[in-house]
C-alpha cells in the first residue's frame, strides 16, 4: 500500500483529517504528525516517511505560509524527488513561488475536488512505482540475462539483495562478476551496478 504524506499547521488537524479520510478510503496509507516537535530525532523521523510516500500534499492556509515547519517538509519533499501536490485555502497569487508554479487543487469557498486530487495521487503512484527495465549479470567479457530474478525482489518499491552465485548461478567459474540493472523510478530512468558479493539497494 502505497503512502501519501499530509503537511499542515496544527490548528488545521481537523481539516487534515478530513483529508486522511479520503486519502485512505482510496486505499491509500496516511502519514501525518499530529505535533511538531524541534530536534534533529523530528527532523530524521520527517525525513525518512517523506521519502516512503509516493506524494507530500500540503494543506495550503495563512497559517501554513508562513510555518517554518511546513515550509520543511514540502521543501524537503521536492528535494527528494516526491510530489508535492498544494491544496489551497488561499488565493494562489499568495502561494510561494515554487508552488505556485505546481498544479494545484483549490478547496477555497466549499470547492471540494476529490475525484481530481485522487487523480493525482493515483498518476503520483504510478509515476513513483520502481520499474525494472533489465538486469544483467557475468564478467566483463560475458554477460547474460537476470532481469525476472530482480524483479522478483522487489517490494514496496524497492529492491533490496545480495549480488552472488546463490542469487544468479555461475556461469563462469573463478571469474568476478557485476550486476547491471537498468530501471526507473519516480519516473526517472538510471542505471545501478553492484560487483559480485556487494548489495544491491535500490529505491
Do not use: C
Not at 23 to 40: L, R, S, T
Not at 64 to 92: C, L, M, N, Q
Request: charged share 30%.
Amino acid at each position: 500500500m502505497s503512502q501519501v504524506f499530509i503537511s499542515y499547521k496544527k490548528e488545521e488537524r481537523d481539516t487534515a483529517e478530513e483529508f486522511r479520510t479520503h486519502i485512505e478510503g482510496a486505499g491509500f496509507k496516511v502519514w501525518m504528525d499530529p505535533d511538531q516537535p524541534a530536534g534533529k530525532e523530528w527532523r530524521g523521523n520527517i525525513d525518512r516517511e517523506i521519502k516512503k510516500s509516493i506524494a507530500l500534499v500540503v494543506i495550503m492556509t495563512d497559517a501554513a505560509k508562513s510555518s517554518a515547519y511546513v515550509t520543511y517538509e514540502w521543501a524537503f519533499a521536492y528535494g527528494a524527488g516526491v510530489r508535492v501536490i498544494p491544496v489551497i485555502h488561499i488565493d494562489p497569487n499568495d502561494l510561494h513561488p515554487r508552488l505556485g508554479y505546481e498544479h494545484y487543487r483549490d478547496f477555497r469557498g466549499g470547492r471540494r475536488p476529490w475525484k481530481l486530487l485522487l487523480k493525482d495521487l493515483k498518476d503520483a503512484d504510478t509515476a513513483s512505482s520502481l520499474r525494472i527495465h533489465a538486469a544483467l549479470w557475468g564478467p566483463n567479457r560475458f554477460i547474460y540475462d537476470v532481469s525476472n530474478k530482480v524483479k522478483k525482489n522487489v517490494s514496496d518499491g524497492r529492491v533490496n539483495m545480495h549480488a552472488n552465485i546463490d542469487a544468479f548461478q555461475d556461469p563462469f567459474p573463478g571469474e568476478k562478476k557485476t550486476l547491471y540493472v537498468f530501471y526507473s523510478n519516480h519516473g526517472v530512468t538510471d542505471t545501478e551496478f553492484v560487483l559480485e558479493e556487494e548489495d544491491l539497494n535500490i529505491g
